[in-house]
Every structure is written in structure tokens, then in C-alpha cells.
T-cell receptor, first 119, second 119 residues
Framework: AQKITQTQPGMFVQEKEAVTLDCTYDTSDPSYGLFWYKQPSSGEMIFLIYQGSYDQQNATEGRYSLNFQKARKSANLVISASQLGDSAMYFC????????????????FGKGTKLSVIP | GAVVSQHPSRVICKSGTSVKIECRSLDFQATTMFWYRQFPKQSLMLMAT?????????EQGVEKDKFLINHASLTLSTLTVTSAHPEDSSFYIC???????????????FGPGTRLTVL
């Protein structure tokens, strides 16, 4: 089973409107972290926001907020007041504790959502 | 913030040659670095975990002899694609968590990526 599921291959949003990008995850580890990254056409991975499994409040970073619903295992990204520069691929990722107990905290990525902001 | 650099950013080579990609952490020490591969319009797939002072850990299906990883120092990991073939053409990205140096493992920084084209 996929650990990270992003069901929206592509999304369109009008400039200045808000948009929600969906992400659901699957893990049996009680301690995990959820990340959102933005990847513009240049290819670089830009960190947007992080939510820990024990965090009581939803994470926010400027125009980005994470709608964390633990019982539903969902971690949707909300972008408010969309800008043309927000057009990019967006990846949801999860970090679980390494099974070996060593410090290797690799991320598992979803397939991504391509967001296009319309002027 | 922490910076991870990669070199070269783009490389074109002939089939059968070897290509070395460098990943450096510029302002922090990284005992662990991760190497990902991303095919066009697809997600990032973890290839291997690079460990300073010990052998790399490869993901299932990744050929150790083809993708040689050397973590020579606390700031440098190299990925060598040996006897490259056209099917190795991809976007290779490294990342490093700077945890344990006054920074949280909640941060994970990516290099800008290397686009490899094998003719």
C-alpha cells in the first residue's frame, strides 16, 4: 500500500484565491512527521511546512497552513491568496522512525500535485 | 538556513562512461545524506542512504555496483553512476538532515539537483 497518497494530479486556482492540496498517509508508527515541498520547473525542492504527529496545533508558515486530521490520516496543504509564483509541483512527504533505530530519517514522497495559478 | 549544494547541475555523457555527482552540506555537518532519483513527471524515489564512515544503505532494486556512494567526510557525499546508459538519465537530488547540531530533525534540506542525460 502507498504510504503517501496525493489524489490530485493537477489543480487550477484563480490568482488571490485559496487552494487545498490533498494528502493522506498510512503508518502504524505513532511518531512521524509530515512535510510539504514545492518543486518549481527548475527542479529544486523548497521546504514549505512541517507537522509532527504529536503537535497539538496545525502548522502554519505565512500563506501556508497544514490541515492535520490525525484520525483521518490526512495532512492537506492550504495555500491562501494564491500567487502566480505558486505554480509548481507540490509534494507531500512522510518521515517515520527508522526501523533500525539508527539516525536515518529518509522521506517517503507522494506522487505530487501540479498546481497552476490562473491570472 | 542550511544550504546543500550539488555539482554539477547538469551533465551530458556518452553511454558507457561514468559520472560523479557531489553533494555538499555548506554550513553544517551531515553524518547522513540521502540520494533520490526523479524521472520526468514522477515523484522522488529514495535510492540510498549515505553514511559517513560506513557503507551506504541501498533501497531494494538499486544496484550497488552501478550507483557507487562514498561519504568521504562530514560535509561531502558522492554518487558515481558507473557505465551509464540512457535509462539512467534522470534528475538526481541529495538531501541532508542537519539534526543534532542545534537544529531539529524536522528540517531536511535538498540540493538543487543534477540533471543527467546519457546519450
Amino acid at each position: 500500500a502507498q504510504k503517501i497518497t496525493q489524489t490530485q494530479p493537477g489543480m487550477f486556482v484563480q490568482e488571490k484565491e485559496a487552494v487545498t492540496l490533498d494528502c493522506t498517509y498510512d503508518t502504524s508508527d505513532p511518531s512521524y512527521g509530515l512535510f510539504w515541498y514545492k518543486q518549481p520547473s527548475s527542479g529544486e525542492m523548497i521546504f514549505l511546512i512541517y507537522q509532527g504527529s504529536y503537535d497539538q496545533q496545525n502548522a502554519t508558515e505565512g500563506r501556508y497552513s497544514l490541515n492535520f486530521q490525525k484520525a483521518r490520516k490526512s495532512a492537506n496543504l492550504v495555500i491562501s491568496a494564491s500567487q502566480l509564483g505558486d505554480s509548481a509541483m507540490y509534494f507531500c512527504a512522510m518521515r517515520e522512525r527508522p526501523s533500525s533505530g539508527a539516525g536515518s530519517y529518509q522521506l517517503t514522497f507522494g506522487k505530487g500535485t501540479k498546481l497552476s495559478v490562473i491570472p | 538556513g542550511a544550504v546543500v549544494s550539488q555539482h554539477p547541475s547538469r551533465v551530458i555523457c556518452k553511454s558507457g562512461t561514468s559520472v560523479k555527482i557531489e553533494c555538499r552540506s555548506l554550513d553544517f555537518q551531515a553524518t547522513t545524506m540521502f540520494w533520490y532519483r526523479q524521472f520526468p513527471k514522477q515523484s522522488l524515489m529514495l535510492m540510498a542512504t549515505s553514511n559517513e564512515g560506513s557503507k551506504a544503505t541501498y533501497e531494494q532494486g538499486v544496484e550497488k555496483d552501478k550507483f557507487l556512494i562514498n561519504h568521504a567526510s562530514l560535509t561531502l557525499s558522492t554518487l558515481t553512476v558507473t557505465s551509464a546508459h540512457p535509462e539512467d538519465s534522470s534528475f538526481y537530488i541529495c538531501s541532508a538532515p542537519p539534526g543534532g547540531q542545534g537544529r531539529s530533525y524536522n528540517e531536511q534540506f535538498f540540493g538543487p539537483g543534477t540533471r543527467l542525460t546519457v546519450l
